[in-house]
């Protein structure tokens, strides 16, 4: 029988850091945290130690990548905490092609029928649950 375990997944903000994880089997992505950016290290610490309260065997932050997958400004910050996070901790990281999460997590909440008000929190929250999402379902094909 195989060991349950979680995956972290991790939406890098400027301002807000989104969280999601995993349930055991691996297969459903949940909304977990929202974090305030304090520092890249602070946030690597915190993020290290909510992977290891999960029992998360994985992190996988979200790199948005340009169009012909190149490097962005905003890809090279996840570049940055993922390196932070990997001397914070043995859980091993992984970056994510994350384009298009956060738009996708916006047109979902449409789609659920929030209005503008309710739609505009938890955004960073919700870009992480498709980022981990899109990981679990190309892990599980």
């Known amino acids: 029988m195989e060991l349950e375990y979680r995956i972290l997944a991790v939406d890098p903000g400027q301002k807000k850091i989104g969280l999601a994880v995993s349930d055991p089997t691996r297969t459903i992505a949940s909304p977990l945290t929202v974090l305030r950016h304090v520092s890249m290290a602070v946030d690597a610490a915190r993020i290290a130690q909510t992977a290891e309260e999960n029992h ?3 992190i996988v932050v979200g790199q948005a990548l340009g169009s012909e997958d190149d490097a ?3 890809s090279r910050h996840a570049q940055k905490l993922a390196e932070m996070i990997r001397s914070q901790t043995e859980i091993p990281v992984i970056l994510w092609d994350e384009s298009g999460s956060t738009r996708i997590a916006r047109q979902a909440r449409i789609e659920m029928g929030l209005t503008r008000e309710r739609r505009s929190g938890h955004m960073d929250q919700m870009a ?3 980022i981990l999402q899109t990981y679990l379902d190309e892990r599980n094909r």
């Open 72 to 74: 962005t400004p905003s």
């Open 128 to 130: 992480a649950v498709v």
């Open 56 to 58: 998360a065997q994985i």
